[in-house]
């Protein structure tokens, strides 16, 4: 069968759909993530003018402190709601990819969060580190946002709604 003979598995089945509307942790996510967004797009701008002007670096270094704690929350919490709803704390089949970006982008932060405290950068490689961790970031965001976008079409009233605006 060809590939674009095969059929579609939707995200969620009935199963996970439940599991995932009945558990507290898809809020956590839903409150965490565009909280996260909210602190990069803050520290993207206070790194970018540190690495133009080479002045507010302590702030700079904070935000992306503060960024990365914020990484870490929503994988510890975004792991805990993938056990609720598929069974498993990581690399899912409907987030396998999303789930692979995210360890590049938990790794990079985490080598500016060493390099930071063990003084291995110097400010310039700091905020390039960052930039390098924001980019991946960035990525992984529109990842998940692709998906939140396909689970809305592929819910079960999709259809209808769908079927009712003909």
Request: positive net charge; without cysteine; charged residues 15%.
């Amino acid at each position: 069968m060809r590939r674009a003979e095969r059929p579609i598995r939707p995200l969620y089945d009935a199963a996970e759909r439940a599991r995932r509307d009945a558990t507290p942790w898809t809020i956590v996510q839903g409150i965490l993530a565009p909280l996260q967004f909210l602190v990069f797009a803050i520290s993207l701008g206070l790194v970018l003018r540190a690495l133009a002007t080479g002045e507010g670096a302590a702030a700079a270094n904070a935000s992306v402190v503060a960024k990365t704690a914020l990484l870490y929350a929503i994988m510890i919490t975004g792991s805990i709601w993938e056990k609720v709803v598929f069974g498993r704390y990581l690399f899912a089949p409907a987030f396998y990819w999303e789930d692979m970006v995210s360890m590049l982008v938990l790794a990079l932060h985490s080598a500016y969060l060493l390099a930071l405290a063990t003084g291995a950068l110097d400010i310039t490689g700091l905020m390039v580190l960052a930039l390098t961790a924001y980019a991946s970031y960035a990525i992984n965001a529109a990842q998940f946002i692709f998906k939140l976008r396909t689970a809305r079409l592929q819910a079960p009233h999709a259809g209808l709604v769908a079927e009712a605006a003909r």
